[in-house]
């Protein structure tokens, strides 16, 4: 009886123990990362620059909203880009420059022999030229296009500085501060494309992009987007009845692109967003256009997708064309958007290092849902990146209603500067965790 007891309950603890580690989707760092981070988290100067921070809350939301009043259009950050210059330069950055694609970023030289850590935030939105973009506050928020997205980002990176500046702590490895052009839309990544195409030594980058201060994006949607046209001959719609028309073979195509189908792991869409055309009801169409949007997580399915989508654009020229036998319709695809699609382990350095550098301030660290940003280039080139938000809580991103409310904001540059310390090493502390690629 006795026996029989202890075996049943040995089975209940056996289950019990199951089902709690089903429960659990359980992710962790490694011990030397908890061993990096034990000693950081006790060392007097990372104190001191954690406590900077939390005491420059105040000073880095007004500066956040001075960067937000300064318009930055796509393609036309300029303004703000200067603007960011000056406040590098005046942090004692050295070689702070401008690069010709307008790149603003200025070096944190480190003791010699560590990697090489690039630390950026977007200076563009995607709000065009003449948007009001003065800030209004109301209950504790603050209401503005741009105030988050990526205002916040670019004043806690500058918070970050004036931390390491106050707590005079030697890395190990070398920190580039930047301000980015072109993440938004059309902007293409040109930024962070230009940025990786010169400055050959990048060992890892992390983006910080809008407001939180517990998600943690690794994993890259990649996407690409086209502008195609048709054209044909045209002609007065019942004298000229038997020529092919530019709206009849896009629509085709359409009807092809809407029956296409595609993987939902890795998660790979398409969609025709805008179409336009046509002369008058009255006309065969001459001209027709669509852009196309196309993406996935993982780069193969991606590709894979585009050809058969350009496979079924010219094919459906091809058989308006024939459907008539005289005149041709012809098309041209024009590659408006490509951003390169990525993966990385989930115990990449630097995932490791954000999710340790998140429960030290006392946060819980999400690994988020793949998504587009400008980690997206560095993963696809295989160099490890994150896109983590500045701190705070935001809303209505790219849109006139855009809040940012700075309720205990300062946890996200908090944790970012822990997030690059244990990165890049700190002297006779730490041995970098990012590795340096070559
Ligand atoms: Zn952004």
New binding site residues.
Partial sequence: MKELFLVSCGLICLLLACSFAQAQTFYDVTPAVKEVYGRLASQESVRKGLDFIKGDHENTVTEQKQICAIPAPPFKEQVRAEDFQKRLAGLGLSDVQMDKEGNVFGLRPGTGKGPKLLVAA?LDTVFPEGTDVSVKEKDGKLYAPGIA??SR?LAALLAIIRAFNTSQIKTTGDIIFCGNVG??GLGDLRGVKALFRDIKDIDGFISI??AGAEKITYLATGSHRYEITYKGPGGHSFLAFGRPSAIHAMGRAIGKIADLTTPKEPKTTFTVGVVGGGTSVNSIAAEARMQVDMRSNHMKELLDLEARLIEIVKRAADEETARWGGDRITVQMKLVGDRPAGVQSNDSPLVQAIWASTQVIGQRPVLDEPSS?DSNLPISLGIPAITVGGGGKDDNNHSPNEWFDPTDAYLGPQRIFLTILGAVGVDGVSEPLLPRRK
């Fill in positions: 977007h997205d990526d980002g993440e938004e992009d809008s940003t």
